[in-house]
């Protein structure tokens, strides 16, 4: 359109220089008519542009970067040594680690440096050019991926998360915000007390050594993260960079990248949660030692809901962690404590078993079962589990109505020995119900009130001392 408007000028001054062929009056309404269309073309090529102001824009910077006069396809300085690609790491959040799957999620800024001179540009202010992921498609990035990664996505709220900074000297900035799902190769031979090692890989997919170098920009700088990052059951205790090389068999050497992060697991929730509810379904079971062993109800019950608890716990915590073929830490401790529960359990079996032993060898030698035990206590027991002396009931009948005669004659006569004749048969009858309660509990149950806890104190202290 310009070299329309600037052919119909010049021919307008064509006309006026030749006076000898045109009139005068024709040469000067032909100067009007070739002003009236200059400035008719000038005010279309004007309207033009105002229409369509986004090509004319993109025409300039494709022009300016040589978009159309390279091929992107290519790496920069192909045939040459290899693109030196700087990386640096703005770790946003850890989302989540799941013991089940053996993953993490991570939230981060990832960001590319390299140059490639067939991006410069003249500058006399020496600015920059920022664009969105618009221009991406058109030039050459590196091609970098997430090793061992299961899911992952650039996030696109408003627009996709994409910077591409470009500045004259052809140094290039590449910037994203990516959320990457990856594996981590959890031991859980120390669980809940464990410390985990968990690593995400960057590694280009095309390009081996020969033609892209990884490195990190700033070396152990390279990796910042933000102060507030925090789990629910994890402590992150620190963020490394390492760097190395992974060798494929059917493609060569590749440069890759480590984001290391140690998780120390927080071990409060599971104190609360299944140790302290383990150490008391044990002193529970502890119990039935001090319970009378002809209160045969009463100890078989105890023991059974304690063993029934114990596994119901295990159960909890086997379902909430993968199904490993090793023994974990909270294994040990539960399957010792069950250990201790179930032994209660046979505690009194044998202490029931030795005393029908004893009474049978009794009936033997004197043809009848103890004085201590008698039909009438069995009978008694058979309903409700406690047992019953006879003799005991005797004394108490006889004292509860000595008292009441006692009482009577002491309001009758007021004589001062009433309350001495009181207190001591109260303290005969406490006597002779302290003998029936020695000599109704058997060795087994005594030897067990210290032997029990002993172990098993022992036991938390040996557990304790080893994996904390």
Not at 271 to 283: D, G, H, S, W
Not at 380 to 406: I, N, P, R
């Amino acid at each position: 359109m310009i070299l329309a408007s600037q052919l119909v000028f010049l021919t307008c001054v064509w006309i006026t220089l030749t006076p000898d062929v045109f009139a005068a009056s024709e040469i000067k309404k032909s100067y009007q008519r070739c002003s009236a269309s200059v400035k008719r073309a000038r005010k279309q090529e004007t309207r033009m542009r105002n229409n369509d102001s986004t090509k004319a824009w993109l025409l300039k910077y494709k022009q300016l970067l040589h978009i159309e006069d390279h091929d992107f396809a290519m790496r920069p300085g192909f045939g040459g040594s290899p693109v030196p690609v700087g990386i640096d790491v703005q770790i946003e959040s850890l989302d989540s680690i799941s013991e089940v799957n053996m993953d993490f999620t991570m939230t981060f800024y990832l960001r590319h440096y390299w140059k490639d001179e067939r991006l410069s540009f003249p500058s006399t202010t020496n600015k920059s050019m920022t664009f969105d992921h618009r221009l991406i498609k058109k030039i050459w990035v590196p091609d970098i991926f997430f090793v061992h990664s299961k899911r992952s996505f650039i996030h696109d709220t408003t627009v996709e998360n994409i910077m591409l900074r470009v500045y004259p000297d052809g140094n290039v900035l590449f910037s994203l915000r990516i959320t990457v799902s990856a594996m981590c190769f959890m031991d859980f031979s120390r669980f809940p007390l464990d410390t985990q090692n968990c690593s995400l890989e960057l590694e280009s997919y095309a390009y081996t050594e020969e033609d892209l170098m990884l490195y990190w920009k700033h070396g152990n700088k390279s990796l910042n993260t933000d102060e507030h990052i925090s789990l629910s059951q994890f402590f992150v205790e620190e963020f490394s960079a390492s760097s190395g090389f992974a060798f494929y068999s059917s493609t060569g050497w590749y440069n890759r990248l480590f984001i290391n992060f140690v998780l120390r697991r927080h071990i409060f929730f599971f104190v609360l949660q299944t140790y302290f509810p383990a150490m008391l379904m044990v002193m529970l079971s502890w119990v039935s030692f001090w319970i009378d062993r002809r209160a045969v109800p009463a100890r078989v019950s105890l023991g059974i809901t304690t063993v029934l608890t114990m596994s119901t716990i295990i159960s909890g915590m086997s379902a909430s962690m993968p199904q490993v073929s090793y023994i974990k830490a909270v294994d040990v401790y539960l399957w010792v404590s069950s250990l201790f529960v179930f032994l209660s359990v046979i505690e009194y079996a044998a202490v029931n078993y030795l005393t029908t032993v004893e009474e049978w060898k009794q009936f033997k030698k004197t043809g009848k079962i103890s004085g201590m035990y008698n039909i009438d206590t069995f009978q008694a027991m058979a309903f409700d589990g406690c047992y019953h002396d006879s003799k005991t009931e005797m004394d108490q009948t006889s004292f509860s109505l000595h008292s009441e005669e006692d009482a009577m004659r002491g309001r009758s006569t007021g004589s001062p020995s009433t309350d001495t004749s009181q207190i001591k048969r109260r303290q005969s009858l406490g006597g002779h119900i302290g003998a029936i309660i020695l000599e109704n509990n058997h060795v087994i149950d005594t030897y067990s009130r210290i032997l029990f806890p002993t172990v098993y104190i022992a036991f938390n202290l040996f557990y304790w001392g080893v994996y904390v």
